[in-house]
Protein backbone atom coordinates (compact mmCIF):
# COMPACT_ATOMS: atom_id res chain seq x y z
CA UNK A 1 0.00 0.00 0.00
CA UNK A 2 2.93 2.02 -0.44
CA UNK A 3 2.12 3.78 -4.00
CA UNK A 4 -0.01 6.64 -4.34
CA UNK A 5 -2.12 4.95 -7.01
CA UNK A 6 -3.22 2.05 -4.67
CA UNK A 7 -4.17 4.21 -1.51
CA UNK A 8 -6.25 6.21 -4.41
CA UNK A 9 -7.94 2.94 -5.20
CA UNK A 10 -8.37 2.18 -1.71
CA UNK A 11 -9.98 5.58 -0.83
CA UNK A 12 -12.74 4.96 -3.75
CA UNK A 13 -13.61 1.50 -2.39
CA UNK A 14 -14.06 2.70 0.75
CA UNK A 15 -16.07 6.41 -0.28
CA UNK A 16 -13.73 8.29 1.73
CA UNK A 17 -10.02 10.59 1.44
CA UNK A 18 -8.84 10.28 4.87
CA UNK A 19 -7.04 13.04 6.33
CA UNK A 20 -4.95 10.95 8.89
CA UNK A 21 -3.45 8.21 6.25
CA UNK A 22 -2.01 6.63 9.44
CA UNK A 23 -5.24 5.31 10.62
CA UNK A 24 -6.15 3.46 7.36
CA UNK A 25 -2.40 2.02 7.11
CA UNK A 26 -3.17 1.15 10.91
CA UNK A 27 -6.85 -0.58 10.30
CA UNK A 28 -4.48 -3.23 7.12
CA UNK A 29 -1.50 -3.96 9.72
CA UNK A 30 -1.33 -7.39 11.34
CA UNK A 31 0.95 -8.16 14.48
CA UNK A 32 3.03 -10.78 11.93
CA UNK A 33 4.58 -7.24 10.14
CA UNK A 34 7.60 -6.10 12.42
CA UNK A 35 6.83 -2.70 13.94
CA UNK A 36 3.83 -2.43 12.64
CA UNK A 37 1.04 -0.61 14.55
CA UNK A 38 -1.62 -3.12 14.34
CA UNK A 39 -4.99 -3.07 13.80
CA UNK A 40 -6.35 -4.78 16.91
CA UNK A 41 -7.60 -1.47 18.90
CA UNK A 42 -9.18 -0.43 15.79
CA UNK A 43 -10.85 -4.22 15.34
CA UNK A 44 -12.27 -3.63 19.16
CA UNK A 45 -14.10 -0.02 18.08
CA UNK A 46 -15.46 -1.01 14.53
CA UNK A 47 -16.80 -4.33 15.96
CA UNK A 48 -18.86 -1.79 18.03
CA UNK A 49 -19.50 0.31 15.25
CA UNK A 50 -20.76 -1.90 12.98
CA UNK A 51 -22.85 -3.86 15.82
CA UNK A 52 -25.29 -0.44 16.15
CA UNK A 53 -25.36 0.19 12.64
CA UNK A 54 -26.47 -3.25 11.78
CA UNK A 55 -28.65 -3.13 14.46
CA UNK A 56 -30.19 -0.01 13.67
CA UNK A 57 -31.01 -1.36 10.00
CA UNK A 58 -32.64 -4.56 10.82
CA UNK A 59 -35.02 -2.81 12.88
CA UNK A 60 -36.14 -0.74 10.12
CA UNK A 61 -36.29 -3.22 7.92
CA UNK A 62 -37.77 -5.76 9.19
CA UNK A 63 -40.27 -3.99 12.01
CA UNK A 64 -42.85 -6.86 12.37
CA UNK A 65 -40.18 -9.19 13.46
CA UNK A 66 -39.30 -10.10 17.56
CA UNK A 67 -35.94 -9.80 19.17
CA UNK A 68 -34.82 -13.58 18.83
CA UNK A 69 -35.53 -13.28 14.87
CA UNK A 70 -33.72 -10.02 14.33
CA UNK A 71 -30.71 -11.65 16.93
CA UNK A 72 -30.37 -13.97 14.06
CA UNK A 73 -30.09 -11.96 11.01
CA UNK A 74 -27.66 -9.68 13.20
CA UNK A 75 -25.71 -12.95 14.19
CA UNK A 76 -25.12 -14.07 10.67
CA UNK A 77 -24.74 -10.21 9.72
CA UNK A 78 -21.88 -9.50 11.71
CA UNK A 79 -20.01 -13.36 11.62
CA UNK A 80 -16.39 -13.08 10.27
CA UNK A 81 -17.43 -15.20 7.02
CA UNK A 82 -19.57 -12.12 6.23
CA UNK A 83 -17.01 -9.75 7.33
CA UNK A 84 -14.70 -11.62 5.09
CA UNK A 85 -16.98 -11.40 2.29
CA UNK A 86 -17.04 -7.93 2.90
CA UNK A 87 -13.21 -7.96 2.37
CA UNK A 88 -13.10 -9.80 -0.74
CA UNK A 89 -15.64 -7.42 -1.98
CA UNK A 90 -12.87 -4.50 -1.15
CA UNK A 91 -9.82 -6.26 -2.04
CA UNK A 92 -8.25 -6.21 1.30
CA UNK A 93 -5.68 -8.88 0.90
CA UNK A 94 -4.51 -6.49 -2.03
CA UNK A 95 -3.79 -3.91 0.32
CA UNK A 96 -3.27 -5.53 3.71
CA UNK A 97 0.08 -5.12 5.59
CA UNK A 98 0.99 -9.09 6.38
CA UNK A 99 3.48 -11.37 6.83
CA UNK A 100 3.61 -13.50 3.86
CA UNK A 101 1.28 -16.82 4.14
CA UNK A 102 -0.48 -15.78 7.39
CA UNK A 103 -3.35 -13.87 5.68
CA UNK A 104 -6.83 -15.65 6.03
CA UNK A 105 -10.17 -15.04 6.83
CA UNK A 106 -9.75 -14.06 9.89
CA UNK A 107 -7.71 -11.59 9.25
CA UNK A 108 -9.27 -9.96 6.39
CA UNK A 109 -12.43 -9.98 8.62
CA UNK A 110 -10.78 -8.34 11.31
CA UNK A 111 -9.21 -5.77 9.10
CA UNK A 112 -12.79 -5.06 7.42
CA UNK A 113 -13.69 -4.08 11.33
CA UNK A 114 -10.86 -2.01 11.65
CA UNK A 115 -11.52 0.05 8.11
CA UNK A 116 -14.93 0.94 9.65
CA UNK A 117 -13.35 2.02 13.14
CA UNK A 118 -10.71 4.01 10.76
CA UNK A 119 -13.59 5.84 8.82
CA UNK A 120 -15.71 6.84 11.94
CA UNK A 121 -12.38 8.12 13.83
CA UNK A 122 -11.92 9.75 10.63
CA UNK A 123 -14.66 10.89 8.80
CA UNK A 124 -17.07 10.74 11.85
CA UNK A 125 -20.37 8.24 12.68
CA UNK A 126 -22.40 9.70 9.19
CA UNK A 127 -19.06 8.26 7.22
CA UNK A 128 -18.82 4.97 9.05
CA UNK A 129 -22.53 4.06 8.84
CA UNK A 130 -22.66 4.97 5.21
CA UNK A 131 -19.84 2.93 4.09
CA UNK A 132 -21.49 -0.46 6.57
CA UNK A 133 -25.29 0.79 5.07
CA UNK A 134 -23.58 0.62 1.34
CA UNK A 135 -22.31 -2.88 1.91
CA UNK A 136 -24.71 -4.76 3.85
CA UNK A 137 -27.85 -3.47 2.00
CA UNK A 138 -27.78 -6.37 -0.15
CA UNK A 139 -26.59 -8.65 2.67
CA UNK A 140 -30.24 -8.03 4.79
CA UNK A 141 -31.89 -8.10 1.15
CA UNK A 142 -30.86 -11.95 -0.10
CA UNK A 143 -32.84 -13.57 2.56
CA UNK A 144 -36.53 -13.13 3.06
CA UNK A 145 -36.58 -15.03 6.66
CA UNK A 146 -34.08 -14.88 9.69
CA UNK A 147 -31.27 -17.12 8.97
CA UNK A 148 -30.33 -20.11 11.63
CA UNK A 149 -26.71 -21.15 12.01
CA UNK A 150 -25.61 -24.86 12.23
CA UNK A 151 -25.62 -24.55 16.24
CA UNK A 152 -29.26 -23.31 16.83
CA UNK A 153 -30.39 -26.01 14.10
CA UNK A 154 -28.71 -28.64 15.12
CA UNK A 155 -30.28 -27.99 18.95
CA UNK A 156 -33.67 -27.48 17.45
CA UNK A 157 -33.26 -30.55 15.60
CA UNK A 158 -31.92 -32.72 18.77
CA UNK A 159 -34.71 -31.57 20.81
CA UNK A 160 -37.22 -32.12 18.20
CA UNK A 161 -36.10 -35.71 18.19
CA UNK A 162 -35.92 -36.06 22.40
CA UNK A 163 -32.30 -36.12 22.58
CA UNK A 164 -31.53 -33.11 24.47
CA UNK A 165 -28.90 -30.81 24.07
CA UNK A 166 -25.81 -31.36 22.08
CA UNK A 167 -22.41 -31.11 23.69
CA UNK A 168 -19.29 -29.76 22.45
CA UNK A 169 -16.03 -30.56 23.53
CA UNK A 170 -12.52 -29.08 23.33
CA UNK A 171 -9.91 -31.63 21.63
CA UNK A 172 -7.18 -29.45 21.14
CA UNK A 173 -5.73 -26.05 20.06
CA UNK A 174 -2.38 -25.75 17.82
CA UNK A 175 -0.67 -23.45 15.40
CA UNK A 176 0.85 -20.24 16.43
CA UNK A 177 -1.17 -17.15 18.51
CA UNK A 178 -2.08 -15.34 15.28
CA UNK A 179 -3.16 -18.06 12.89
CA UNK A 180 -4.34 -20.69 15.63
CA UNK A 181 -6.11 -23.90 14.80
CA UNK A 182 -9.05 -25.10 17.19
CA UNK A 183 -10.40 -28.73 17.32
CA UNK A 184 -13.92 -29.22 18.60
CA UNK A 185 -16.61 -32.22 18.70
CA UNK A 186 -19.77 -32.38 19.24
CA UNK A 187 -22.07 -34.99 20.39
CA UNK A 188 -25.88 -36.17 20.65
CA UNK A 189 -27.67 -38.86 21.98
CA UNK A 190 -27.04 -41.78 19.64
CA UNK A 191 -25.64 -40.28 17.52
CA UNK A 192 -22.02 -40.59 16.62
CA UNK A 193 -19.84 -37.38 17.23
CA UNK A 194 -18.64 -35.33 14.65
CA UNK A 195 -15.38 -33.09 14.26
CA UNK A 196 -13.75 -30.20 12.71
CA UNK A 197 -11.29 -28.00 12.69
CA UNK A 198 -11.70 -24.00 12.54
CA UNK A 199 -9.80 -20.81 13.66
CA UNK A 200 -11.36 -19.90 16.74
CA UNK A 201 -13.46 -22.34 19.08
CA UNK A 202 -16.97 -20.79 18.31
CA UNK A 203 -15.76 -21.08 14.13
CA UNK A 204 -15.30 -25.15 15.11
CA UNK A 205 -18.30 -25.48 16.73
CA UNK A 206 -20.39 -24.14 13.86
CA UNK A 207 -18.53 -26.16 11.55
CA UNK A 208 -19.09 -29.22 13.74
CA UNK A 209 -22.27 -28.86 13.54
CA UNK A 210 -22.81 -28.41 10.21
CA UNK A 211 -20.91 -31.52 10.06
CA UNK A 212 -23.09 -33.14 12.37
CA UNK A 213 -26.35 -32.12 10.65
CA UNK A 214 -24.58 -33.07 7.10
CA UNK A 215 -24.75 -36.39 8.78
CA UNK A 216 -28.51 -36.26 10.11
CA UNK A 217 -29.58 -35.27 6.73
CA UNK A 218 -30.82 -31.61 7.87
CA UNK A 219 -31.28 -29.24 5.38
CA UNK A 220 -29.30 -25.92 6.64
CA UNK A 221 -29.73 -22.82 5.89
CA UNK A 222 -28.03 -21.04 2.87
Known amino acids: MANGEAIEELFGALGHRFNDRGLLI ?11 NSYERLEFLGDR ?8 LLLERF ?23 VGAELG ?26 ALYLDGGM ?18 SRPPRDPKTALQEWAQSQGQGLPI ?7 GPDHQPEFTVEVS ?14 RAAEQDAAAAMLTRLGVKQDA
Open 26 to 36: RALSHSSVANA
Open 63 to 85: PAENEGEIGRRFAALVQASTLAQ
Open 126 to 143: DRAEAFVRKLWDPLVETR
Open 92 to 117: VERFARVSPGVLNENIVADMVEALIA
Open 168 to 174: YRDISRS
Open 49 to 56: VLGLVVAQ
Open 188 to 201: IQDQEAARAVGPSK
